[in-house]
């Protein structure tokens, strides 16, 4: 099993960009994404390895990745802002042979507002309760 693709920008990134990671563990690593466009956070959780799909090996599917509960409180951590932060299939975005899942909020003035309503969300997190 390959653990690095030469070239590939998720491969590496915590060693290169230590400023930017607001998580990590054996497996998984919550990093700031390069540009917000926008938003106040926007991150991903990337798969170390550099694997298109999720192996079964770690996970059958992402939702029980993002239910670990070190993952679900940092993400609440990191959106406490917010109402509610969004998690979207990374296929859909500038990496997508390398496994992750890009996570953000709704600001309605970002510049993938209209972006982040038209690509299919895998889960809707609640941070905090409408009051």
């Not at 400023?19 to 926008?38: H, P, Q, S, W």
């Not at 679900?72 to 975005?93: C, H, N, P, V, W």
């Amino acid at each position: 099993m390959n653990e690095r693709k030469e070239g590939c920008p998720l491969c590496g990134v915590c060693a290169r960009e230590p400023e930017n990671v607001l998580y990590e563990d054996v497996n998984f690593a919550i990093v700031r994404t390069k540009y917000r466009k926008g938003h106040r956070e926007r991150v991903m959780l990337v798969l170390k390895r550099h694997l298109e799909d999720l192996p079964p090996s770690i996970s059958p599917d992402f939702s029980r990745v993002t239910q670990t509960p070190a993952i679900r409180q940092r993400l609440k951590e990191i959106f406490s802002y917010t109402y509610k932060a969004i998690i979207m299939d990374g296929k859909y975005g500038s990496v997508p042979d390398h496994w992750h899942l890009c996570v953000t909020d709704l600001e309605p003035d970002s510049e993938d507002h209209h972006q982040i309503l038209g690509t299919p969300w895998l889960e809707v997190i609640d941070i905090k309760n409408w009051k």
